[in-house]
Nanobody, 113 residues
């Protein structure tokens, strides 16, 4: 069993930045890919960033160049740096261990003036 705890969400103005963190329990963290998803009201959950155990990253076009995923295996933590935020980035953000049913509880990000 792995527990994931997200933090770092909040209210930010358009053009601002936030850094989300996802702390994982357990000793297997470094062996797995990690990902961030988001879900806006009335919309399906969508992938916003992924990172393999070896550090290879992947982003959809909607966030490419603005979001950066990284990981610190010594701290069992994955991060999502979000820059140039837009109102359409407003959603609950979740971290996930790739290929598993292990999800965090989510953290709300609201981009509004």
């Amino acid at each position: 069993q792995v527990q994931l705890v997200e933090s770092g969400g909040g209210l930010v103005q358009p053009g601002g930045s936030l850094r989300l963190s996802c702390a994982a329990s357990g000793r297997i963290f470094s062996s797995y890919g990690m990902s961030w998803y988001r879900q806006a009201p009335g919309k399906e959950r969508e992938l916003v960033a992924a990172i393999t155990s070896g550090g290879i990253t992947n982003y959809p076009n909607s966030v490419k160049g603005r979001f950066t995923i990284s990981r610190d295996n010594a701290k069992n933590t994955v991060y999502l740096q979000m820059n140039s935020l837009k109102p359409e980035d407003t959603a609950v953000y979740y971290c996930n261990v790739v290929g598993t049913v292990w999800w965090g509880q989510g953290t709300q990000v609201t981009v509004s003036s």
